[in-house]
């Protein structure tokens, strides 16, 4: 066995990102959540593969962080961050929000770890807003104080109402609306709401859905075919996307950039530059020249979260 070393790890509702540092990050263990009953079950999984002993961990988890228990959205994992880290023999146990995370590693992400898809380039003194679709929308942001210490303000945001215009929009959030009550913004704008997005254009349209469709079926369709319902359902995905991404940078300020991020954005790659993700971004009316040259940058490294985590480690009193 090792030395007691740090462990840092990205749990979000599908996939489980762990790593171990020790002067330097280790290549990262990744693990479905799915074969998994419990946060702990799979961190001791993951340490028994690596052989080492943990002194310190950092978890950021797709979920608020409001106290000792911690219930994750989009997964059935609960648990109490007081007696995870007794049971695992921590000597510090921090866990945050997975974008507070991602939003700490914000100043360690260079050109090779993102694109600019729009806009100017970004700017640290001037708030910077992240924002992702996964297993759900998480949204953050991060600014800097004389210190250049980072504070991250991590919300709710995929929680917003879903802004809808065009015809077809408000023709599928009917439908969602009557499916769900309420229609949010994460609603659509995840994994999962992409398959709701698209099964909602087939009953607009009057055809039959496909229920068993994956949101992964309908991107690899939908980036073949230009003229498929698939390629619809994701082109109104960035729309929505773009729309509430400018909600929320005009809302907190965020001029420093806005930064996109998860891997189903980053399929739908090369799709951005040419979608209307930036046109409803910054189509605000009055409040369109506060957005007009505020950058917009996609994440394309998948360990970004991890980085975070060091990073509060290395604060951590």
């Known amino acids: 066995m090792k030395g007691r070393i740090d462990l840092v790890a990205d749990i979000g509702g599908t996939k489980a990102r762990i790593a171990f540092v020790d002067g330097h990050q280790s290549e990262p263990i990744v693990l479905h959540c799915s074969e998994f009953g419990s946060l702990e079950e799979a961190l001791r999984v993951a340490i028994d593969k690596a052989g080492v002993r943990i002194g310190r961990a950092c978890i950021g988890v797709a979920a608020p962080v409001l106290g000792d228990e911690v219930s994750l959205t989009n997964n059935d994992w609960a648990f109490s961050i007081s007696a995870t880290k007794a049971r695992l023999g921590l000597d510090k146990l921090l866990v945050v929000n997975d974008f507070a995370a991602l939003a700490s590693a914000l100043p360690l992400l260079d050109d090779t770890s993102l694109v600019r898809t729009g806009g100017a380039q970004r700017c640290a003194s001037r708030p910077q807003l992240i924002i992702g679709p996964g297993t759900g929308l998480g949204v953050a942001t991060v600014l800097y104080g004389n210190t250049n210490t980072p504070i991250v303000l991590a919300g709710e945001g995929g929680y917003v109402t879903l802004p809808v215009h065009t015809e077809r929009e408000v023709a599928v959030w009917q439908i969602l609306r009557n499916r769900f009550g309420r229609v949010s913004a994460e609603r659509v ?108 940058f996609l994440i394309t490294d998948p360990f970004a979260a991890l980085k975070g985590c060091m990073q509060l480690l290395e604060r951590a009193v």
């Open 189 to 296: 704008l995840c994994g999962s709401g992409l398959v709701e997005l698209f099964n909602a254009l087939c009953v607009v349209d009057g055809v039959d859905g496909m229920s068993a469709a994956s949101s992964h079926k309908i991107v690899k369709r939908g980036m073949a075919d230009s003229s498929s319902r698939e390629r619809e359902a994701l082109d109104m995905f960035l729309s929505l996307l773009g729309d509430v991404a400018g909600n929320a940078a005009l809302t907190l300020g965020a001029r420093g950039g806005v930064f996109l991020n998860g891997d189903l954005l980053n399929e739908l790659a090369p799709l951005l530059q040419g979608s209307a993700l930036h046109s409803r971004f910054k189509n605000k009316g009055r409040g369109g020249p506060f957005l007009e040259d505020v950058g917009v």
